[in-house]
Each structure stands twice: as structure tokens, then as C-alpha cells.
């Protein structure tokens, strides 16, 4: 333990020096107007010590949560020394991603940042990040969140590489279904993805212009939650090499299953996920169930208001009776970044923000997160039924789910990259042009392209 | 102002050399700041890349690489798809809205014509709803959940889906025309106005009716406006980027590298700065070459 300490220790010295070096080299460019010489960000930059400031402390933060400043004001309230201003942006992959990247080029970055797991990576791989392992209370705090979510920020190293965020929310996934049109077709909601089919041919047969799901282009992320569930990472890291596993059996199983019911007419394949199309055809009840996350409840309530009280929640469906896994879409992180003067007070705002009684239940009443910290799974809001379906306690099957989530999860250092061919892929193989397994063998082999073309050591 | 101020005193003449560029400045700084830096930048940024020390999350360093990303870019298969495709987009496309332009201009400058300012702003109206705006609200009359124009046609027994992958780029088209029309339409009509009147009076002495004056007279004296139109319609279509990018939340066929500028927005956005900045400068230097030769082309023709 001592001498794992003593070496960590060295090799962060060189690695803040490597830093100091590297933000001198970034000033002269941009004053040469001609920046992006040397992106010389050192994994850990600024992480090396975490002691906290003396005096007044400012903090900026980005985020897009609803209702976040709400959360915001209170922490403010408590904790006059350390003022935390809070910037509303636009949803990660909408924009907020970008403008981060920019400002962390141009050395403007805010002192915390919401971001995404599956995003965090590319982050880190961008130097974006600052360790807050050494931070105060972080490293107790680990045993305080839903297993998964915190091996998404230690990278499922156990402490041993650093902690890199702090888990805020979840997308456990399981199946909303009409349960009036399965209740009238004598269906009961499918346990495993067997009896989903045979659901779907049945609602198929019953009424030609009904569908038991979309198949989206456009929700790349969903079909990973799919994928998650079967336990089919899409990469796989061994301290430096990457391998991209996305065409692997356990995935060709999910791909098959759904090429099936795309061949056979069984899902609607010209719906946009989140399109008033889509939300058209939910109240219309042409398309009666939807996999998705605990988030998605309010989608479907705001959005399919003609069919309220006839939903219902139930597990996702397993691949093999008795089965209990389920995969997760979506969740976010509190991360701090690079340029932070202060990790120390921003890491103790970030896990207040994520584990405090009040500021879960204020992030979960307006924003309608699902905490990724296990006590807020108990908040009073998440036990009680709700009345849109069919006053249903809809989030017991979410919290059983949380915990059903697979804990090994990689997500790759490129994952725009890769989404981008999974729906790009996908858009032929709905037109009719190729595959669900074609997609993934491209989306393999294309990624596998993009890793290599980052300069990262990537085995095939 | 400083630097015009001093000379006055000193030397009479290098101010007269200076003052050129005082008044140049309201225009040369902006665009130096704005078009050459950037497009600059950009060149620089195409000629390096990525290299990581010291493992995944090491650090990186942008190092010279000359034109391999040019040569990368060039072999993934978007790149010629996408040209093929916004070629053919402009093919069919470019000539169609050009010649509904030049009828309506010559329609609101024909003696007959009534009511013309009313008309003049009415063909001009889409030009002035932001692109975006415009995109969305097609999309929304393409949709076949939402359209009452498709569920008509299917009241007609035609069954159309005008987002599927043979229709999109022709419905693209159409939102493209609908936009720019009006547009070209005033370019050419302003033309028309600096006709002289005693071209078409001598013509009429002659006997020539208003088809004759129409094409004989009147097109042939406003071809430079014409040619005008005709880059400016060019370098739009290769450039074509907020269509495509609103209907991709709409229609599953429109992929992430439809057109060569959502290609690079793409690219770009996972990272990939270098090749994308190579993708803009072979897309400029495409569009500067194809409107050169058109330039070319129809100075020819006129000579």
C-alpha cells in the first residue's frame, strides 16, 4: 500500500509539471491566434493534492437538469464561503458537449460539468477531467451510490485509477406496456423477449396498423441499453489497449432478435424516437409498449396524454426464463473540470448535490431524475403509486432494476463515433438495405477505424 | 485612426496610400478576423494530428502529418457518396428553381402584370423565415403521421412517403426551392429594371410580341444576374447542411454523412477535428473550382 502510494505520488509530480508546461505552450497559441499546438492536458492535472481554498470560493456550473438553480439556491443558502453559479445549457449531445470541448480548449471551462457516462471517457481522453480521488469524502462515498454507476467513475478499476466524476442519476431500463391491450388480448406483460415476440405477433395479428414498439434510428443509446442487458460491452480496456467488442455473440443475439421483428412487419420502423410522429402513434395507440428508462415515464405522461391510466411498468424482458438483468439508458455525472482552482470545494458540492436528502428529492420533483445514490431510491416520491399508470408504484420495479444493472460496462473513449455509425448502420437496415448484424460487424470494425485514427492502441 | 491621424502631418503622401485602407477597414478587418483566419486555421488544423504519450489518458500532442487526413477522408465511403449525391441534388434542382425564378420575374415585369409589389413581397416572404423554421415546418407537412397533405393523397388512393430513402432528397429539394425562389426571383427582377426601356420600345417597332421581347430582349441583357444566381445556387448545394440536419430527427434515411458539410459537422463532433477541417477544405476547394468553371463556362458562351 506504502509503496504503491510513494509511486502514484512521483508520477503525479511529473504529471502537474507536464501540465504547467502544457498551459504556457496553450497561452502562446491562442495569442498567436493560432491555437491547438500542444493539447498537452496530463491525465490528473490539477488532481494531485485537493486541498481545500481558505476564503470565499466561486464556483461555475453547467448543467441542463430542470429545476437544478432550485438545488442551487439551497447549497448556496448553506454554505456562504463557497458560491456556486449555475449556467442552464442544452442537453449534452445537443450542444452542451460541443461548447464544453471549446471552452476546455480555450482554458475557460467551468469548475463542474454535467456529463453523461457513456460520455465520460471521451472527456477524460480529452484531459478534461480533474482525479478527485483525493478529494475529501469521495473516496468514503463510493459505497453510498447503486453499485454500476460507481464503476462508471472509477472506470471499474476499484479506486486504482483515479475517481472521475460523481454519479447523479440512472436510466435503469424496464418495459412500459398498454396494459389495457394486453389485458384484452389476454396477454400478460412478456417476461422474456420469447414471449415479447409472440405478444407482438398476437398485437399484429389482432389490428394490422397496431405495433408493439419503435425501432429507432435515432436512440443509438437505447439499443446499447439493450445490449447492456445481455451483457455485451461494446469495449473492453486492459490498462492501455482497447478492444472493441461490439460484434460479439451476445450482442448478435439482441441484433438477430430485433432483425427478426423488423423482417416480419412487428415494430414500427418509421418512428423517430421523441417525434410528435411517435407521440402521435402512442395516443393513437398504434404503438402500445415502449423499453425504456425510469425517466421515460414522464415522456410517455406528457406526451401520450389521451391514454392515460392505461399503462403499466413491468421488468424488461429476460433472455432466459428466471432471469433477472436489466439494462440501463442514460444517466449523468457531476464531473469537475480541468481548469478548477478549487476541485476541493467543487468535489464537496458535487457529492452534496448527489447524495443530500434535499437536493435528491429537489433534483427528483423537478428535473424527475432518478438518483443514482442508493438512499435516494427511498425518497417518499419514488415509493408512491402513480396515477398515470394506473396508480401503479411504478418505481419499485425501476429500483429493483437499478440494482439488476450490469457492473461492467465499459464505454469507449469515441462513443459519438460509434453511436453515430449504430444509427447510421441502422438507418439501412430498416430501409431494408442491410442487417442489424451487418450494422454491428461495420459499427465494430468503424470504431476499431476511430480509436486508431485518436491514436489509441486498439487491438481488432 | 491612429495610424491616419500621425502621417497627416508628416507625410502628405503615404497618407494619401494609407486612406485607401481606412476606408477598406470597416470591411478588411472583419474579414481578415472572420474568413481568412479561420479558413486559415482550418488548412493548419487539416495538416495535423492526434498522437497520445504515455498511454490512453496520457497526454496529446497535435503533430504534422501533412496530407494524410486529406487522403483519409477521401477513402471513407461518404466522401464520394455524398458528392454524388448533392451533384445530383444540384443537377435536377438548381436548373428547375432558376427557371421558376426567371418566370416569375419576368412575369412581375411584364406590362400586364398587376398588384405587383404585393407579389414581389410574397415570393420574397420565405427568404426572410429562418431556414430552420422552414425545414421543421416541412417536415412536418412530409410526415406521413402528421401531414393533412399526405393523408389527402391518400384520400386519392396515393400512397407517397416523402421521407422515405428514394423521395428525401427530392423533398429536400423541394424545401430548397420554396426558400431561395424568391430570392433569385428579386436578383433577376432588379436586373430587369435596369433593362433599357428603348430596347423593348425599338423592339416592339419591329413587331416583336412579349414572348419574343421576353427571351430575345430582356434574358439575354440580364444573364450577368443570371450567372449570379446560377454560383450562388452552386456553392448553396454543395454547402446544403440545415435541411438534411432538422429532417434527421424526422426520417430515418437521412444518414449523418448525407451531404459533405453534415459529413464534417459529424466528424468533427466526435473529435475528429483534423479531418474535418481536411473534409471543409476539400469541399471548398471543390465549390471554388466548380464555380469557377461555370463562371468560365458561361463567359464563354456570352463571348
Not at chain 2, 73 to 80: D, G, H, I, R, S
Not at chain 2, 89 to 104: E, K, N, R, S
Request: proline content about 5%; overall charge neutral.
Amino acid at each position: 500500500m506504502a509503496v504503491r502510494k510513494r509511486v502514484s505520488v512521483t508520477r503525479r509530480r511529473s504529471v502537474v509539471r507536464g501540465g504547467v508546461a502544457g498551459g504556457v505552450v496553450l497561452v502562446l497559441a491562442a495569442l498567436t491566434a493560432c491555437s491547438g499546438g500542444s493539447d498537452d492536458k496530463a491525465d490528473a492535472a490539477a488532481g494531485a493534492a485537493c486541498e481545500p481554498a481558505s476564503g470565499k470560493v466561486s464556483l461555475d456550473y453547467w448543467s441542463w437538469v430542470p429545476g437544478m438553480q432550485k438545488a442551487v439556491d439551497v447549497w448556496n443558502g448553506e454554505n456562504p464561503d463557497i458560491q456556486v453559479k449555475l449556467k442552464t445549457t442544452p442537453s449534452g449531445n445537443a450542444g452542451s458537449y460541443q461548447n464544453l470541448s471549446n471552452a476546455l480548449k480555450a482554458g475557460k471551462a467551468p469548475d463542474l460539468g454535467q456529463i453523461e457516462y457513456d460520455s465520460l471517457a471521451s472527456f477524460r481522453l480529452k484531459g478534461g477531467l480533474i482525479d478527485i480521488a483525493k478529494c475529501d469524502g469521495v473516496e468514503e462515498a463510493g459505497s453510498k451510490f447503486v453499485d454500476w454507476t460507481w464503476s462508471q467513475v472509477d472506470f471499474g478499476a476499484g479506486g486504482e485509477d483515479g475517481v472521475w466524476a460523481v454519479p447523479q442519476d440512472t436510466g435503469p431500463m424496464a418495459l412500459f406496456y398498454r396494459k389495457d391491450v394486453f389485458d384484452k388480448l389476454g396477454l400478460a406483460a412478456p417476461t422474456t423477449w420469447e414471449e415479447y415476440e409472440a405478444a407482438a405477433r398476437k398485437i399484429k395479428a389482432a389490428n394490422k396498423s397496431q405495433y408493439i414498439t419503435h425501432f429507432s434510428q435515432t436512440d443509438p443509446n437505447w439499443f446499447t441499453g439493450l445490449l447492456w442487458q445481455n451483457k455485451a460491452p461494446m469495449f473492453e480496456r486492459n490498462g492501455d489497449k482497447w478492444k472493441v467488442t461490439v460484434d460479439r455473440p451476445e450482442s448478435r443475439e439482441v441484433a438477430d432478435y430485433w432483425q427478426k421483428l423488423i423482417d416480419d412487419k412487428l415494430v414500427a420502423t418509421d418512428l423517430q424516437g421523441f417525434s410528435p410522429a411517435l407521440y402521435k402513434s402512442w395516443n393513437d395507440g398504434e404503438v402500445v409498449t415502449w423499453i425504456s428508462a425510469a425517466w421515460g415515464y414522464s415522456t410517455i405522461r406528457d406526451n401520450a396524454k389521451a391514454t392515460a391510466g392505461k399503462w403499466a411498468v413491468a421488468p424488461m424482458p429476460q433472455w432466459e426464463k428466471g432471469q433477472k438483468q436489466a439494462g440501463n439508458w442514460g444517466g449523468s455525472t457531476t464531473a469537475v473540470l480541468k481548469d478548477s482552482q478549487h476541485p476541493a470545494e467543487a468535489a464537496k458540492f458535487a457529492l452534496w448535490l448527489n447524495t443530500d436528502a434535499k437536493a435528491l428529492e429537489i433534483l427528483n420533483q423537478e428535473g424527475g431524475l432518478y438518483p443514482a445514490a442508493k438512499s435516494g431510491l427511498e425518497l417518499p416520491a419514488l415509493k408512491e403509486p402513480v396515477d398515470f399508470y394506473g396508480k401503479q408504484p411504478i418505481f419499485d420495479v425501476f429500483a429493483q432494476a437499478s440494482g439488476n444493472v450490469d457492473t461492467d460496462f465499459t464505454w469507449g473513449p469515441t462513443m459519438t463515433d460509434t453511436y453515430r455509425f449504430l444509427s447510421d448502420g441502422t438507418a439501412k437496415a430498416t430501409g431494408g438495405g442491410s442487417t442489424l448484424g451487418d450494422v454491428l460487424k461495420d459499427t465494430d470494425s468503424q470504431s476499431t477505424e476511430s480509436l486508431r485514427k485518436q491514436s489509441l492502441d486498439v487491438t481488432d | 485612426m491612429k495610424t491616419t491621424r500621425t502621417p497627416v502631418a508628416a507625410a502628405p503622401r503615404r497618407h494619401r496610400t494609407l486612406a485607401p485602407f481606412a476606408f477598406l477597414a470597416p470591411f478588411l478587418i472583419p474579414f481578415v478576423l472572420f474568413t481568412l483566419v479561420p479558413v486559415g486555421y482550418a488548412f493548419w488544423q487539416s495538416l495535423h494530428k492526434t498522437e497520445r504519450r504515455g498511454g490512453t489518458f496520457g497526454r496529446a500532442e497535435t503533430v504534422f502529418a501533412g496530407f494524410q487526413q486529406y487522403a483519409d477522408v477521401m477513402a471513407e465511403p461518404f466522401f464520394v457518396d455524398s458528392l454524388i449525391r448533392v451533384a445530383l441534388f444540384g443537377l435536377v434542382q438548381i436548373p428547375v428553381m432558376l427557371a421558376l425564378a426567371l418566370t416569375l420575374a419576368l412575369l412581375l415585369d411584364s406590362a400586364v402584370a398587376r398588384l405587383k409589389r404585393f407579389f414581389r413581397l410574397v415570393y420574397f416572404v420565405p427568404y426572410g423565415i429562418p431556414g430552420v423554421v422552414a425545414a421543421l415546418m416541412w417536415a412536418f407537412l412530409y410526415d406521413p403521421q402528421l401531414s393533412p397533405v399526405v393523408d389527402l393523397l391518400r384520400s386519392a388512393q396515393v400512397d407517397v412517403d416523402l421521407l422515405g430513402p428514394d423521395a428525401i432528397l427530392w423533398s429536400i429539394g423541394n424545401v430548397v426551392t420554396w426558400t431561395y425562389t424568391g430570392y433569385n426571383m428579386l436578383i433577376m427582377y432588379a436586373a430587369l429594371q435596369a433593362v433599357p426601356a428603348d430596347l423593348g420600345e425599338a423592339a416592339r417597332v419591329d413587331g416583336a410580341g412579349a414572348w419574343t421581347i421576353a427571351l430575345r430582349i430582356k434574358v439575354p441583357v440580364i444573364r450577368p444576374a443570371l450567372v449570379l444566381t446560377g454560383v450562388f445556387s452552386l456553392i448553396g448545394t454543395f454547402q446544403l447542411f440545415t435541411e438534411p440536419q432538422v429532417f434527421r430527427a424526422i426520417s430515418t434515411s437521412v444518414t449523418s454523412t448525407y451531404t459533405p458539410n453534415l459529413a464534417a459537422y459529424s466528424l468533427a463532433a466526435g473529435d475528429h477535428y483534423s479531418e474535418a477541417a481536411a473534409l471543409s477544405v476539400l469541399l471548398a476547394v471543390a465549390t471554388f473550382a466548380l464555380s469557377f468553371l461555370f463562371l468560365r463556362f458561361t463567359a464563354r458562351r456570352q463571348g
